[in-house]
């Protein structure tokens, strides 16, 4: 999912947001979380010289412990995230911790928030499969580069809409004719295709193991409509 100048840094921050979404579920910890270690882990990034890059396993392990407030070891997630990234030492991992949660202030309204919002506000509620499908949407929208900058009720707003065109609902929300929607859409639909496609040649991202379970509906199995 490498978009912007640098497409090869790109893929390795969609690498990383692959082992936090994989790590948070393994630890049972919320969507909101995720996103918060995915920000934490953003704001890190952008600062950090590319020859840095040998510390970023620490930074990610340390980014969910800071955006779980520290409800989970720092075992725990040194070995679902350092060691998933390669990392062979734990050496300076309570200073990184200290470091992004003094530098990097967590926004708390996540993507997952003005969600739900939206759930609400649109009575789609009792809609399950379509909960489900944009919560699905809602964890591709961390691996994009593109979407990175595009605030979160846009974000929240363009997976609701394009997980209508997922799953058939026949649902016209107002914000589709917002030209800022309807671009976030338009690149949510890459994203999914392309997930979609690793999949299908056995290489699954985390986001589409966790919602083909039964109880999520399959809903990463449902074919990509792209705009």
């Known amino acids: ?3 912007g100048f640098d497409a090869p840094r790109a893929l390795a921050r969609a690498s990383v947001v692959n082992v936090l979404t994989s790590a948070t579920l393994a630890l049972g910890l919320s969507n909101d979380t995720l996103m918060r ?3 934490l ?3 890190y990034s952008n600062e950090c010289p590319p020859h840095e890059s040998d510390v970023l396993p620490w930074v990610a392990a340390a980014s969910i412990r800071v955006a779980a407030k520290e409800c989970v070891s720092p075992r725990a997630v040194c070995r679902q995230v350092g060691v998933e990234l390669g990392a ?3 050496e300076n ?3 990184w911790e200290q470091y992004l949660r003094e530098s990097f202030a967590q926004e708390e309204v996540t993507v997952c928030t003005h969600l739900r919002c939206a759930w609400f506000a ?3 509620v009792h809609l399950p499969h379509l909960v489900h499908a944009s919560s699905y949407l809602a964890e591709l929208a961390l691996l994009e580069n593109q979407l990175r900058p595009v605030p979160a ?3 929240a707003e363009a997976c609701l809409a394009y997980a209508c065109v997922l799953t058939g609902h026949d649902l016209a929300p107002p914000c589709e004719e917002d030209p800022a929607v309807a671009l976030a859409m338009h690149v949510l639909s890459g994203v999914h295709g392309t997930v979609t496609e690793a999949w299908k040649h056995g290489r699954p991202y985390a986001a589409t193991v966790k919602y083909l379970s039964c109880e999520r509906g399959a809903v990463a199995a449902l074919p990509a409509v792209i705009l």
């Open 1 to 3: 999912m490498a978009s």
């Open 37 to 39: 270690a995915v920000a």
């Open 41 to 43: 882990f953003d704001g």
């Open 88 to 90: 062979t030492s734990r």
């Open 93 to 95: 991992f309570e200073s």
């Open 122 to 124: 649109w009575d789609v």
């Open 153 to 155: 009720i846009t974000v």
